[in-house]
């Protein structure tokens, strides 16, 4: 979702009624009751490595166990027949960003990628 976006959806549901209500984000973790959510403490826009996105701080950290970015994975591969050659495009296996043979780690979300031959 891109910062626009969020406006739009934030503008209408501020003139139907919930511009006093606070704003959570869902936690996929299990719950009992209501899904479990943590509050926003702030947004910000990114700076260095995060230039040109908008972060949003949370109360709670928010911890993906699924793939560790701090452990190097393979970056995926698409093949594009391009006339009588063959391109080969890198992609970032958590957030599909467009990755340089050379790269260590996606600009984007900062997984650390598996560097091999390509």
Known sequence: MILSELKKQIDFLCETGHGDNPVLVTLSESSVGSRAATGITGIHSGFDWERGQIRISTDKKIIS??????????????????????????????????????????????????????
């Open 65 to 118: 166990y699924e793939k560790d970015r701090d452990n190097a994975i393979e970056p995926r591969r698409e093949d594009y027949d391009i006339g009588t050659r063959v391109r080969h495009l890198l992609l970032c296996p958590k957030c599909e960003n467009h990755l340089r043979k050379d790269d260590n780690y996606c600009g984007n979300c900062g997984q650390r990628i598996r560097r091999e031959r390509w």
